[in-house]
């Protein structure tokens, strides 16, 4: 168990009206920078969805957010996944919404093998496969569990050693493989921009993912058609990621603010 998690009860369902506000009123200025940045990019607000990157964040948060719309949720570790699950499916139903369909349920940090019975059956996608062998064992238990799971391909477009991800020169292929594992279905690629000041630098990257999408798509292989999203931005950088064509900006911050905890 994380540490934070000694100090903070995730699966807290109450949160005083001052911070829901304040959620509420970020997620409507992230709504509308979005828009703005998709607008000035030549390209549909529709296009591009907000996903709260949640991690530390308790249900009661996670809920300020998904009532002020947020339909897509990010956890990064499979603790957090298996701690805040049930009450936030709970939270969902007494809102009208299933969590994993109408609110889609990520894993957006990296997936241990161990870790994969823990989280299957409680989040909808998986956008950390980095590797044909995560993807083997992934699509192996959900044939055992009889569950279908949607996954990204995460690729490490920056070139830095600390950051998890294939090599771009293996995505195709490696997406092609993961194409024809049974019960996963690949919907797009992922990538964390370049932790640098040059704005051009990491534009540049989120560029590459595209290019290396359009060729995945290019193929036109079996499977291969649904590989679509490019998953990329976080509050730093989203404008940049949405005008190299971004469909999913992953937001911690700008909608919760900083983290007391790591």
């Keep these: ?27 409507r200025r992230a709504f509308d920078s979005i828009a ?10 529709s296009d591009v ?5 949640v991690k530390t964040r308790n249900v009661g948060e ?9 339909r897509l949720l990010g956890e990064n570790r499979p603790q957090e996944v298996m701690a805040v699950a ?25 997936l241990q093998s161990n870790k994969i019975n823990k989280i299957l059956g409680l989040v909808s996608t998986v956008e950390s496969v980095d590797s044909l062998e995560l993807g083997v064992k992934l699509s192996s238990r959900a044939v055992r569990a009889g569950l279908s799971l949607d996954v990204f391909l995460e690729v490490n477009v920056s070139g830095e050693e600390a950051k ?3 090599r771009p020169q293996e995505a195709e292929d490696l997406a092609f493989a993961l194409a024809q ?7 797009g690629l992922m990538t964390v921009g370049a932790h640098v000041d040059d704005e051009a630098q990491v534009r540049s990257g989120f560029a ?55």
């Design 86 to 110: 049930s009450g936030l499916a709970q939270a969902c139903r007494e809102e009208g919404l299933d969590l994993g369909e109408q609110v889609g349920f990520h894993l957006i940090g990296q």
């Design 49 to 53: 969805r907000l996903l709260a990157a």
């Design 1 to 27: 168990m994380t540490s934070y998690m000694n100090r903070k009860d995730l699966t807290e369902t109450i949160i005083p009206p001052q911070r829901r506000e304040e959620i509420s009123d970020a997620v």
């Design 208 to 262: 590459h993912l595209r290019r290396i999408r359009e060729g995945i798509l290019s193929q036109g292989e079996a499977g291969l058609d649904s590989c679509r999203d490019l998953s990329m931005g976080m509050s730093g950088d989203y404008p940049l990621a949405i005008a190299e064509g971004a469909t999913i900006v992953r937001l911690g911050t700008a909608l919760f603010g900083q983290r007391a905890y790591r």
């Design 181 to 187: 594992l049974p019960n996963l279905v690949v919907r």
């Design 62 to 70: 996670i809920m300020a957010a998904v009532k002020t719309g947020v």
């Design 36 to 45: 703005q940045a998709a607008e000035q990019a030549g390209r549909r607000p």
């Design 164 to 166: 998890s991800g294939c």
